[in-house]
């Protein structure tokens, strides 16, 4: 008799969430933090590079060192002493002889802690040592 009038208890079907719509939201999101990301390796430290009429691109086996305006020394952005420094060249040279160092100090950087990171890049064995700058 309750069949009749549609109260029998039936069982209820699991509710089930449509996951495509989800998936594509995803990608979506995904593409577009691909595409406006920037990939650029830089020192992990925030310095204003001076202005030079003559900068040029380097390659893609250059060892990146920041100089901050205070002084200190960064290498993949982590601060180190000039002779953890040398000792870092040392070892990136001794795997890739090519390898240039590349100083992005800031243009209120001492120039005196930029001569010593540039010494201590040579005494490492680095051949090639150059100091970065935008172009104009």
């Given at each position: ?7 029998m ?7 089930e ?9 995803v ?11 920037n ?26 060192v920041?100089?901050?305006?205070e002084?200190t020394?960064?290498?993949?952005g ?5 002779e ?6 040392k ?8 390898m240039?160092?590349?100083i ?33």
């Amino acid at each position: 008799m309750l069949e009749e009038y549609g109260l029998m208890r039936h069982e209820s079907e699991a509710a089930e969430i449509n996951m495509g719509p989800l998936i594509d939201m995803v990608f979506i999101l995904l593409i577009f933090f691909v595409v406006t990301t920037n990939f650029n390796r830089q020192t992990g430290v925030d310095v204003s590079k001076p202005k030079a009429q003559t900068a040029v691109s380097q390659g893609q086996k250059t060892l990146l060192v920041g100089v901050t305006r205070e002084g200190t020394i960064h290498v993949y952005g982590r601060q180190v002493t000039p002779e953890r420094l040398q000792a870092l060249v040392k070892q990136e040279v001794t795997k890739n002889p090519e390898m240039s160092v590349v100083i992005i100090a800031d243009q209120d950087a001492a120039i005196g802690k930029a001569v010593v990171v540039m010494d201590k890049c040579a005494l490492a064995g680095a051949n090639k040592v150059s100091i970065a700058a935008e172009q104009e």
